[in-house]
C-alpha cells in the first residue's frame, strides 16, 4: 500500500491585525466575544459562553471544491487542541444555493469539559456538491472554550508532495512604513514559525528608492537589493533574477506590490497548495485577491480580463466577503456574463499585486517588457498563457484604484503600453488599442479635459519613436515624472471653492457627486439628444445654439466616467475628487479642442502609414527585452 502524508493545508486562523479588527467576520461569526487566552501561550484563544462560533467564513472556511480541483487531496480533516468549559463542535457546509450556513447531520461530538489540553480531530463529510466545509462550536454554559493549533489537513500520498521552493519579492519606492511592517511580519510569522514554509521562504525587497535601512532589514532569507529607480517592470525583473540565482535555487516567485498589508497565512496556504498541486494544474500561476484596504471585507479583483475594446477589468464583480454567500460566490463563480469572449484564457491576467510564477514559466517566456509602471503584469500573464488558481484566504489588502485615480497612469502609461505590449509580443490579439486611444482622447474632450487628452497624445507619439525610446536609461522614469507634471492639477477645496465664488458657480450640490462611481451608467439622453452631442463634439466642434451660456455641471473626477446627461450643453464642468478633498474648474475652449483634435487625427494617421515597420521594430527589440542579459545591462548588475 502506498504511504500517505498528512499535509497541512490551511490554518484556522485568529488575529488582531487591523483589518481583522475592523471586519472579524472574515474570520468568524460569533454570538460572544472571542479573545486571546492571557496565559495560556501566544497561539491560544478564548471563545466566551454561551454562544455559538461559526468559522465558515473567508479565510476560515475550507475551500473544498478548490483543493479537490488543484491538487491531489480528496479527503480533508480538521484538527484543534481545546481545554475549558464543555461544548458541542459541529461541522458546517455550503453550496451555491446557500446563503445560511448548514449544518452536516451525524458530524456532532460532544467535548466535555477539561483542565488540560487535548486533542481533536474530524473527518470532514463531503459530497461534491460543497464548495466550502468548515465548523460551528456551541456552547450552553458560561466558561470559556480554549482553543489553539486548530487547522485543515489531508492525507495525500507521500509521493505526491512536491519540493517548493518560494521567492517573495517586492519593489519599492519609498514606502519605507508598509515594507518595514511586511518584513517584520515575515520574519516572525513564517521564518521563525515551525511550519514547513519556514526553510523554503526567502524574501527580496528591491529597493527603487535606495531608502530602506537595508542593514537593519537583512536577515537570513531576507535580502535588500538596492536598485536605480526602473520603475514596477524594473524591479520585478531585478527579483526574478534573484530569485533565480538564489540558492538554493526558487521554484516559484511571488510578486508582491509595496503598499499593501499582508496575512501571513496567505502566504502558508500558497506554499502548502504548491506543495500538493496536481499534475494538471503544476504550471498555474497563482492569483492572490486584492481586498479593499479602506473597508477590509470587500474582495475587489482576484484576475481581470482585457476586453476587445482594450478595457482592462475585472474577471468577478466586487464582492463583501463578510457574507456567506459572498464567500460561496468567490470560489463557484465564473466571469461577468456580459463580458464577451472572457473565458479565452489568452486575454486573462493576475495583477502583480500578489501573484505567483512557476520560474518554469519564467525561464521558458523570459522577464518582463521595460514599461516602468502599468501594463507588465498584463503583458506577462498574456505571453505566458497563464492560467490561475485562486482562493479564499490567499489574497492582501491594497488602496483600491478607485480612490487614487492618475491621468498620468491611466492616460500615459497605459496608452503607450499597452501599444508596446501588443507589437512587441503579439498579447491581447483581439483587442484594438488604437481604438481605445480615440475614445480616451473622446472621452476626455467631451468633458474638457484638454490637458488629460493630451497625456493621450504624448503616449502615442513616445509609442511612435520606437523600442530605442524604452531602452534608453532612465529615459521610462522621465517620460513618467513629465506626465504627472503635465496632467491636470486639482485645487484644494479651500481655492476651489474661492475660485467658484469669483465665478459664480454654485457648488452647493458637490456632495451628490458621490453616487457617480457607485451607480451603474444609465443612458438618460434620447436619441435625438444623441446625435447633437456627437455631431457638435458637446457643442465644441458646432454651436448652432447648443451651449447654454453660464451653466455648469459637477461631475467626479474619475476619468472613466461619462456622466453624458449631466454635461450636455454646459460650458463649464467642475470635477471634484470628494476622497481627496480636490478639484478643478473647467471651460470649455474650441480653440483648444480644434488643437487637440487635429493632432490625434495626424498621429493616428501616423501609427496606421508606420505600422508594418513598428511592428517589426518592435518585435524584433521585445525578444532582446525579455532576456536576462538585456536586464542585467540595463540594471547595471553585470
Same mark, same amino acid.
Given at each position: 500500500?502506498?504511504?500517505?502524508?498528512?499535509?497541512? &493545508? *490551511?490554518?484556522?486562523?485568529?488575529?488582531? =491585525?487591523?483589518?481583522?479588527?475592523?471586519?472579524?467576520?472574515?474570520?468568524?461569526?460569533?454570538?460572544? &466575544?472571542?479573545?486571546?487566552?492571557?496565559?495560556?501561550?501566544?497561539?491560544?484563544?478564548?471563545?466566551?459562553?454561551?454562544?455559538?462560533?461559526?468559522?465558515?467564513?473567508?479565510?476560515?472556511?475550507?475551500?473544498? =471544491?478548490?483543493?479537490?480541483?488543484?491538487?491531489?487531496?480528496?479527503?480533508?480533516?480538521?484538527?484543534? !487542541?481545546?481545554?475549558?468549559?464543555?461544548?458541542?463542535?459541529?461541522?458546517?457546509?455550503?453550496? #451555491?444555493?446557500?446563503?445560511?450556513?448548514?449544518?452536516?447531520?451525524? =458530524?456532532?461530538?460532544?467535548?466535555?469539559?477539561?483542565?488540560?489540553?487535548?486533542?481533536?480531530? &474530524?473527518?470532514? !463529510?463531503?459530497?461534491? !456538491?460543497?464548495?466550502?466545509?468548515?465548523?460551528?462550536?456551541?456552547?450552553?454554559?458560561?466558561?470559556? #472554550?480554549?482553543?489553539?493549533?486548530?487547522?485543515?489537513?489531508?492525507? @495525500?500520498?507521500?509521493?505526491?508532495?512536491?519540493?517548493?521552493?518560494?521567492?517573495?519579492?517586492?519593489?519599492?519606492?519609498?514606502?519605507?512604513?508598509?515594507?518595514?511592517?511586511?518584513?517584520?511580519?515575515?520574519?516572525?510569522?513564517?521564518?521563525?514559525?515551525?511550519?514547513?514554509?519556514?526553510?523554503?521562504?526567502?524574501?527580496?525587497?528591491?529597493?527603487?528608492?535606495?531608502?530602506?535601512? *537595508?542593514?537593519?532589514?537583512?536577515?537570513?532569507?531576507?535580502?535588500?537589493?538596492?536598485?536605480?529607480?526602473?520603475?514596477?517592470?524594473?524591479?520585478?525583473?531585478?527579483?526574478?533574477?534573484?530569485?533565480?540565482?538564489?540558492?538554493?535555487?526558487?521554484?516559484?516567485?511571488?510578486?508582491?506590490?509595496?503598499?499593501?498589508?499582508?496575512?501571513?497565512? =496567505?502566504?502558508?496556504?500558497?506554499?502548502?497548495?504548491?506543495?500538493? @498541486?496536481?499534475?494538471?494544474?503544476?504550471?498555474?500561476?497563482?492569483?492572490?485577491?486584492?481586498?479593499? &484596504?479602506?473597508?477590509?471585507?470587500?474582495?475587489?479583483?482576484?484576475?481581470?480580463?482585457?476586453?476587445?475594446?482594450?478595457?482592462?477589468?475585472?474577471?468577478?464583480?466586487?464582492?463583501?466577503?463578510?457574507?456567506?454567500?459572498?464567500?460561496? *460566490?468567490?470560489?463557484?463563480?465564473?466571469?461577468?456574463?456580459?463580458?464577451?469572449?472572457?473565458?479565452?484564457?489568452?486575454?486573462?491576467?493576475?495583477?502583480?499585486?500578489?501573484?505567483?510564477?512557476?520560474?518554469?514559466?519564467?525561464?521558458?517566456?523570459?522577464?518582463?517588457?521595460?514599461?516602468?509602471?502599468?501594463?507588465?503584469?498584463?503583458?506577462?500573464?498574456?505571453?505566458?498563457?497563464?492560467?490561475?488558481?485562486?482562493?479564499?484566504?490567499?489574497?492582501?489588502?491594497?488602496?483600491?484604484?478607485?480612490?487614487?485615480?492618475?491621468?498620468?497612469?491611466?492616460?500615459?502609461?497605459?496608452?503607450?503600453?499597452?501599444?508596446?505590449?501588443?507589437?512587441?509580443?503579439?498579447?491581447?490579439?483581439?483587442?484594438?488599442?488604437?481604438?481605445?486611444?480615440?475614445?480616451?482622447?473622446? $472621452?476626455?474632450?467631451?468633458?474638457?479635459?484638454?490637458?488629460?487628452?493630451?497625456?493621450?497624445?504624448?503616449?502615442?507619439?513616445?509609442? $511612435?519613436?520606437?523600442? *530605442?525610446? $524604452?531602452?534608453?536609461?532612465?529615459?521610462?522614469?522621465?517620460?513618467?515624472?513629465?506626465?504627472?507634471?503635465?496632467?491636470?492639477?486639482?485645487?484644494?477645496?479651500?481655492?476651489?471653492?474661492?475660485?467658484?465664488?469669483?465665478?459664480?458657480?454654485?457648488?452647493?450640490?458637490?456632495?451628490?457627486?458621490?453616487?457617480?462611481?457607485?451607480?451603474?451608467?444609465? !443612458?438618460?439622453?434620447?436619441?435625438?439628444?444623441?446625435?447633437?452631442?456627437?455631431?457638435?463634439?458637446?457643442?465644441?466642434?458646432?454651436?448652432?445654439?447648443?451651449?447654454?451660456?453660464?451653466?455648469?455641471?459637477?461631475?467626479?473626477?474619475?476619468?472613466?466616467?461619462?456622466?453624458?446627461?449631466?454635461?450636455?450643453?454646459?460650458?463649464?464642468?467642475?470635477?471634484?475628487?470628494?476622497?481627496?478633498?480636490?478639484? #478643478?474648474?473647467?471651460?470649455?475652449?474650441?480653440?483648444?479642442?480644434?488643437?487637440?483634435?487635429?493632432?490625434?487625427?495626424?498621429?493616428?494617421?501616423?501609427?496606421?502609414?508606420?505600422?508594418?515597420?513598428?511592428?517589426?521594430?518592435?518585435?524584433?527589440?521585445?525578444?532582446?527585452?525579455?532576456?536576462?542579459?538585456?536586464?542585467?545591462?540595463?540594471?547595471?548588475?553585470?
Amino acid at each position: 500500500m502506498a504511504e500517505v502524508a498528512n499535509v497541512k &493545508l *490551511a490554518n484556522v486562523l485568529l488575529d488582531e =491585525s487591523v483589518q481583522f479588527l475592523q471586519e472579524p467576520t472574515l474570520l468568524h461569526r460569533s454570538t460572544a &466575544l472571542v479573545r486571546r487566552a492571557e496565559g495560556e501561550g501566544p497561539e491560544a484563544w478564548a471563545l466566551e459562553g454561551p454562544g455559538t462560533h461559526d468559522f465558515t467564513t473567508f479565510f476560515n472556511a475550507l475551500s473544498v =471544491s478548490k483543493w479537490r480541483s488543484y491538487t491531489v487531496a480528496k479527503e480533508f480533516f480538521l484538527h484543534l !487542541e481545546a481545554k475549558g468549559a464543555a461544548f458541542r463542535l459541529l461541522q458546517s457546509r455550503a453550496d #451555491v444555493f446557500s446563503w445560511d450556513v448548514e449544518l452536516v447531520g451525524g =458530524s456532532e461530538l460532544d467535548v466535555p469539559a477539561s483542565d488540560e489540553w487535548h486533542s481533536i480531530e &474530524l473527518r470532514m !463529510e463531503n459530497s461534491d !456538491e460543497d464548495v466550502i466545509e468548515s465548523f460551528v462550536i456551541v456552547q450552553e454554559g458560561e466558561g470559556p #472554550v480554549f482553543i489553539r493549533n486548530a487547522h485543515y489537513f489531508a492525507s @495525500v500520498p507521500a509521493d505526491g508532495l512536491r519540493d517548493v521552493e518560494l521567492a517573495l519579492c517586492t519593489t519599492t519606492f519609498r514606502k519605507e512604513e508598509y515594507v518595514e511592517r511586511n518584513v517584520e511580519l515575515a520574519k516572525t510569522r513564517i521564518l521563525a514559525s515551525d511550519e514547513p514554509i519556514a526553510t523554503h521562504f526567502t524574501m527580496h525587497i528591491v529597493d527603487n528608492g535606495r531608502s530602506l535601512d *537595508a542593514e537593519r532589514l537583512q536577515a537570513e532569507r531576507v535580502c535588500v537589493h538596492p536598485n536605480d529607480n526602473v520603475g514596477g517592470s524594473g524591479g520585478y525583473a531585478r527579483g526574478m533574477i534573484e530569485a533565480l540565482g538564489q540558492r538554493p535555487k526558487a521554484t516559484h516567485v511571488i510578486l508582491m506590490d509595496d503598499d499593501v498589508l499582508i496575512s501571513p497565512e =496567505s502566504i502558508l496556504r500558497t506554499y502548502n497548495l504548491l506543495r500538493i @498541486v496536481s499534475d494538471d494544474h503544476a504550471q498555474d500561476f497563482v492569483s492572490g485577491a486584492m481586498m479593499d &484596504l479602506f473597508e477590509p471585507d470587500v474582495r475587489w479583483e482576484d484576475t481581470g480580463f482585457v476586453t476587445f475594446s482594450g478595457d482592462c477589468v475585472p474577471l468577478k464583480p466586487a464582492l463583501r466577503m463578510g457574507q456567506l454567500h459572498s464567500v460561496v *460566490a468567490n470560489e463557484a463563480m465564473g466571469a461577468h456574463p456580459e463580458l464577451s469572449g472572457s473565458e479565452d484564457q489568452s486575454q486573462q491576467y493576475g495583477g502583480w499585486w500578489y501573484c505567483v510564477i512557476p520560474v518554469t514559466a519564467i525561464e521558458r517566456h523570459g522577464l518582463p517588457l521595460p514599461l516602468f509602471v502599468r501594463y507588465d503584469d498584463i503583458e506577462y500573464a498574456l505571453r505566458c498563457r497563464a492560467r490561475f488558481m485562486t482562493m479564499n484566504g490567499i489574497c492582501l489588502w491594497h488602496p483600491s484604484f478607485v480612490r487614487r485615480y492618475s491621468a498620468a497612469v491611466e492616460r500615459y502609461q497605459v496608452t503607450r503600453n499597452s501599444l508596446v505590449a501588443q507589437y512587441a509580443t503579439g498579447v491581447a490579439p483581439q483587442s484594438d488599442f488604437l481604438r481605445k486611444a480615440y475614445h480616451l482622447v473622446q $472621452l476626455e474632450l467631451k468633458k474638457f479635459n484638454y490637458t488629460n487628452a493630451e497625456l493621450v497624445l504624448d503616449a502615442l507619439e513616445d509609442f $511612435l519613436k520606437g523600442p *530605442a525610446f $524604452l531602452e534608453e536609461r532612465g529615459r521610462t522614469e522621465r517620460a513618467f515624472m513629465e506626465a504627472n507634471r503635465r496632467a491636470e492639477r486639482l485645487l484644494p477645496f479651500p481655492e476651489l471653492r474661492r475660485q467658484a465664488e469669483e465665478e459664480g458657480i454654485d457648488l452647493s450640490l458637490i456632495a451628490q457627486v458621490d453616487a457617480q462611481k457607485d451607480s451603474d451608467v444609465v !443612458e438618460r439622453r434620447s436619441l435625438r439628444q444623441r446625435l447633437e452631442d456627437f455631431a457638435t463634439f458637446n457643442g465644441q466642434r458646432l454651436d448652432l445654439g447648443y451651449v447654454q451660456r453660464g451653466s455648469s455641471a459637477i461631475i467626479d473626477v474619475a476619468g472613466w466616467l461619462y456622466p453624458a446627461d449631466q454635461i450636455r450643453r454646459k460650458d463649464t464642468i467642475v470635477a471634484v475628487d470628494l476622497e481627496n478633498r480636490r478639484g #478643478v474648474i473647467r471651460h470649455m475652449d474650441r480653440q483648444r479642442f480644434r488643437a487637440v483634435w487635429e493632432r490625434y487625427k495626424r498621429d493616428a494617421k501616423e501609427i496606421e502609414r508606420n505600422g508594418d515597420r513598428l511592428r517589426e521594430e518592435y518585435a524584433e527589440a521585445g525578444r532582446r527585452f525579455v532576456t536576462q542579459g538585456f536586464w542585467r545591462g540595463y540594471l547595471g548588475i553585470d
